[in-house]
């Protein structure tokens, strides 16, 4: 894969959506799938392939370890929970991107939308 060199408007919107990420992870435990993949594709022009990827490579660094703390400090952080999602997470990591790289990315892409589109609607309408 190739380096790419970004431009200051294109780092700054890097920022924003890493800020945006950070405020609603924090806030409602989302930010990979639902913002960052998205605003990579509509505001940086990458592939579905290539924001998943890269959302799932940020991951890998502890971007959320001080909001953690404060759970943990709070008495909400499950430590044993997370240990157990977070090792099933990384098989179930494995395997869902080798099917991705398979999906043409059109339909992965509608795929991902039909997605968010239930998920919101449940959320909406069909939660108490």
């Known amino acids: 894969m190739h380096k790419k060199k970004y431009t200051m408007v294109e780092i700054i919107i890097l920022i924003l959506i890493g800020i945006a990420a950070g405020v609603l ?5 989302v930010g990979g799938g639902i913002i960052i993949v998205p605003a990579f594709v509509f505001f940086l022009g990458m592939t579905q392939h290539q924001a998943q ?3 799932i490579g940020l ?8 909001a953690a ?4 400090q709070a008495g909400n952080l499950d430590i044993k929970a997370g240990l157990i999602v977070a090792s099933a997470f990384v098989v179930g990591g494995y395997f869902g991107s080798k ?6 990315e059109y ?10 589109l239930f998920i919101s609607i449940k959320l909406i309408f069909f939660s108490k």
């Open 59 to 66: 991951m890998l660094l502890p971007i959320g370890i001080l």
């Open 25 to 29: 992870s924090g806030l409602f435990g």
């Open 107 to 116: 339909l992965l892409k509608r795929i991902f939308g039909l997605l968010m």
């Open 99 to 104: 099917l991705s790289l398979d999906i043409d």
């Open 69 to 72: 703390y404060n759970y943990y």
């Open 53 to 55: 990827g890269t959302s």
